[in-house]
């Protein structure tokens, strides 16, 4: 039995490396606090929205199947660094080096927070992929604006429902929690928004490079199939 290639496009690659690299960034970034107009904020919001906007770019063009495979490969490449960073943590340092401190405010994640994450991450970019996939048929293709920042509300919120209070409950003080979230929800949200005119521009450009404008009927949205492409 011949089995049937199934193929990727070159900038598909290439929007899931910067997928990939925006994650892993954002791990990074999150263990540096940030003050924002006098709000209490994590450095990752600098860099994790993006990855919201590659999602709803690969859905709109590549659909649903594209984008399942994306958010998958997000998920294991950034699993596999953090664990590569967990387990260099773990070793013991060189007797001249004075640095574990620092290495292990970076890379020291704890279990309970890198779970939360990991968890928010992949329930959050579902609900994203889902939400505009589901739009998108039910508009016709029309309304990108809206489905887009709608999607990113969708996995946004999501996403802060399930990471704050499982990491950060007895951390946190219980009152604080729903004012981060929902901080987190309205700026990532608002990135989102600032940077509509240029998604819309390269949603554009890549339909027509790509010559691909994919709906997804009859799709199973089992997030399960990593591999069904085709």
């Not at 990074?28 to 904020?41: A, F, M, N, R, Y």
């Not at 399930?162 to 929690?177: D, K, M, Q, R, W």
Request: hydrophobic fraction near 55%; aromatic fraction near 14%; charged fraction near 15%.
């Amino acid at each position: 039995m011949q089995k049937t290639k199934q193929q990727v496009s070159v900038l598909f690659l290439l929007f899931s490396v910067l997928f990939c690299v925006c994650l892993i960034a954002a791990n990074l970034l999150e263990t540096k606090q940030i003050s924002v107009l006098g709000i209490s904020l994590t450095g990752g919001l600098i860099v994790f929205p993006v990855s919201y906007i590659i999602n709803d770019c690969v859905c709109e063009v590549w659909g649903y199947k594209k984008a399942r495979l994306l958010i998958w490969l997000g998920f294991a490449m950034n699993f596999f660094f953090v664990m590569m960073g967990a387990l260099c943590d773990w070793i013991p340092g060189a007797p001249y080096w004075t640095n574990n401190a620092g290495f292990h405010a970076v890379f020291g994640l704890a279990p309970r927070v890198a779970a939360a994450s990991f968890l928010a991450f992949v329930v959050g970019s579902f609900a994203n992929a889902y939400v505009m996939s589901k739009m998108k048929l039910h508009d016709g293709g029309r309304h990108f604006s809206a489905r887009a920042i709608l999607s990113t509300i969708a996995g946004e919120s999501i996403d802060s429902l399930i990471f704050f209070p499982l990491a950060l409950s007895g951390v946190v003080p219980t009152e604080e929690l729903p004012k981060l979230m929902l901080w987190q929800v309205f700026l990532k949200t608002f990135y989102e928004i600032i940077a509509l005119p240029i998604t819309i521009k390269v949603v554009k450009a890549l339909k027509e490079h790509e010559g691909e404008d994919v709906y997804d009927e009859g799709v199973n949205y089992s997030i399960w199939k990593i591999f069904s492409l085709g």
